[in-house]
């Protein structure tokens, strides 16, 4: 199976920046699909942004010009940049990947917390 592990989330001030990292390890065999997706309380979970292998990314509305999601496909790693940080960012991120080539092919991180008080 595959196990994302994440990091980086925390506690920063309106208007700062984070970064966060979700690693892939165990049968990570063509990873295609790499996003990143949040739940704040209360409110349904929602794609922030995705990134399919050799495709552009893509990105909520809401966090377009702000967040930036790049891929290192040799270390099986995504990350999401987050800059000019809004208090409604805050929320729990999860990591998400398809690897098409096993079974079940889609997988998610235990999620972190990214917290920007108002």
């Known amino acids: 199976q595959v196990q994302l592990v994440e990091s980086g989330g925390g506690l920063v001030q309106a208007g700062g920046s984070l970064r966060v990292s979700c690693a892939a390890s165990g049968r990570v065999f063509r990873i295609t699909t790499m996003d990143w997706y949040r739940q704040a309380p209360g409110k349904q979970r929602e794609m922030v942004a995705s990134?399919?292998?050799?495709?552009?990314?893509t990105y909520a509305d809401s966090v377009k010009g702000r967040f930036t999601i790049s891929r290192d496909n040799d270390k099986n790693t995504v990350y999401l940049q987050m800059n000019s940080l809004k208090p409604e960012d805050t929320a729990v991120y999860y990591c998400h990947v398809v690897v098409p080539l096993v079974s079940p092919s889609h997988y998610w991180g235990q999620g972190i917390q990214v917290t920007v008080p108002s």
């Open positions: 990134i399919i292998s050799g495709g552009a990314p």
